[in-house]
């Protein structure tokens, strides 16, 4: 099953003058990573925070509060990958539905901190971010 992405022709109405895009940054998942990072961005102001995990967008068990608390607080936390091929599958490796997270699907840590970057100036809700990562 191949993925089919919108047309060029048909992008969502998201202004390249919207005012203000929003703050995402990156922080790489690994295996005995400390919370520092995570928090710190948080304190930062960020808006997203795309966690790039290895495999399936996999996310260290010592992370997954400090992620929690920060999506409670309301920035958005976007699972993806850094390895070269793959998918994030929703609720595979994390619970997303249950701790209102996204996946990246099958764009890279980078493009997906861009694209989240552009679609929170269209909307916060996170059903709706999943559906245009999916799509875009």
Request: glycine share 8%; hydrophobic share 35%.
């Amino acid at each position: 099953c191949l993925r089919m992405r919108r047309p060029p022709e048909a992008p969502e109405c998201v202004s390249s003058a919207a005012s203000g895009v929003y703050k995402g940054q990156i922080v790489n998942g690994y295996s005995n990573m400390n919370t520092t990072g995570i928090e710190a961005y948080g304190k930062a102001g960020v808006k997203a925070l795309i966690h790039a995990g290895t495999g399936n967008g996999s996310v260290a068990a010592q992370a997954v509060e400090s992620l929690k608390t920060l999506r409670s607080q309301g920035v958005q936390i976007i699972r993806s990958a850094r390895v070269p091929d793959g998918f994030v599958l929703r609720n595979a490796e994390q619970p997303d539905d249950k701790y209102d997270w996204v996946v990246s699907h099958d764009l890279r840590p980078q493009k997906a901190r861009i694209l989240a970057m552009v679609a929170l100036t269209k909307t916060s809700d996170t059903k709706e971010l999943q559906r245009i990562f999916w799509e875009y």
